[in-house]
Nanobody, 127 residues
Framework: QVQVVESGGGLVQAGDFLRLSCAAS????????MGWFRQAPGKEREFVAG????????YSVDSVRGRFTISRDNAKNTVHLQMNSLKPEDTAVYYC????????????????????WGQGTQVTVSS
């Protein structure tokens, strides 16, 4: 089982950057695919970016591609989401999620693909 805890959220201005971190417990973290999701007020939680347990495969949604980068450090049991050129529409609670994967390049892109979730960290981008 894996527990995940997000950090790094905050209030920034449009055009600024933030780096979210997700710390995961568990001895087999390196076998877990990881993802970042977000939920804005009044909206459903949506996929933002995901990365395979090998780190060799990743995927992000069109709205953040080129601005957000997901990465992981298996030695430190952490996953990061580097968010550049932030926009007001990026305002949301950001969640880290994990799932044990059986192939090294698996990347989940749906809520139901993930089993373990953090409590979320708030990101607010002012215009």
């Amino acid at each position: 089982q894996v527990q995940v805890v997000e950090s790094g959220g905050g209030l920034v201005q449009a055009g600024d950057f933030l780096r979210l971190s997700c710390a995961a417990s568990g001895r087999t973290f390196s076998r877990y695919a990881m993802g970042w999701f977000r939920q804005a007020p009044g909206k459903e939680r949506e996929f933002v970016a995901g990365i395979s347990w090998s780190g060799g495969s990743s995927y992000s949604v069109d709205s953040v591609r080129g601005r957000f980068t997901i990465s992981r450090d298996n030695a430190k049991n952490t996953v990061h989401l580097q968010m550049n050129s932030l926009k007001p529409e990026d305002t949301a609670v950001y969640y880290c999620a994990a799932v044990e994967a059986y192939t090294s390049e698996y990347v989940g892109i749906e809520n139901i693909d993930y089993k373990y979730w953090g409590q979320g960290t708030q990101v607010t981008v002012s215009s």
